[in-house]
């Protein structure tokens, strides 16, 4: 499975845009993007995927580049419930968590 | 409400003292998996089923036993708990499809154990 590589921490105004960059240059053609969030200590919990296409849901905004060794994660109008460890995963048969970004949303 | 139920959340027990984390999900889902999360090193695998009767390691299965006798359950069972079993526990499930496993995976809302 590839690796991907995120900023340790990010910080963002309350109803700004929080754009969340992830690194996947050793992407392979069937692996999928995938992110998940952590608040606090709770379970990680499902926000979006993507293979070649922009992707979007009610609560974000996938865009991968067009050679798909890089994504960003776009919450368009972040709230302070927003802030956790966000985690960009690509993979096949399963998933492996790495450091993530800890986003953090200012008042 | 579709759902992944840990129980306990909270257990702090002493080395040796066999132990059981029950998970439970209400989605009839074939895929289970556990996993522990530690302090800068992330969420790592501990098992996963495929389905009733399926198991399979995960990459830290060392400790750890589970089973799946129902679709339902899939109990993290710790014979002779130990300090660096000290952790934050979490279960999960998804469908399959196809035979791979679906995108997402539902998370329980985590077991912390301390082993002293």
């Not at chain 1, 069937?30 to 992707?55: A, M, T």
Request: net charge positive; proline share 6%.
């Amino acid at each position: 499975d590839a690796k991907t590589t995120q900023p340790p921490s990010m910080d963002c105004a309350e109803g700004r845009a929080a754009n969340l960059p992830c690194n996947h240059s050793t992407i392979s053609g069937n692996e999928y993007v995938y992110w998940y969030r952590q608040i606090h200590s709770q379970g990680p919990q499902y926000i979006i995927h993507g293979l070649k296409n922009n992707e979007t849901n009610e609560m974000a905004s996938l865009i991968i580049t067009e050679d798909r060794k890089s994504s960003t994660l776009i919450l368009p109008h972040a709230t302070l419930r927003d802030t956790a460890v966000y985690y960009c995963i690509v993979r096949v048969r399963k998933l492996v968590f790495g450091q993530g970004t800890r986003l953090t949303i200012n008042p | 409400e579709a759902q992944v139920t840990q129980n306990p959340r909270y257990l702090i027990t002493v080395t040796g003292k066999k132990l059981t984390v029950t998970c439970s999900q209400n989605m009839n889902h074939e895929y289970m998996s556990w996993y522990r999360q530690d302090p800068g090193l992330g969420l790592r695998q501990i098992y996963y089923s495929m389905n009733v009767e399926v198991t399979d390691k995960g990459d830290v299965p060392e400790g750890y036993k589970v089973s799946r006798k129902e679709k339902r359950n899939f109990p993290l069972i710790l014979e002779s708990p130990s300090p660096n079993q000290t952790s934050l526990y979490f279960c999960a499930s998804s469908r399959r499809d196809r035979g791979l496993i679906t995108d997402t995976q539902y998370f329980g809302p985590g077991t912390r154990l301390t082993v002293l």
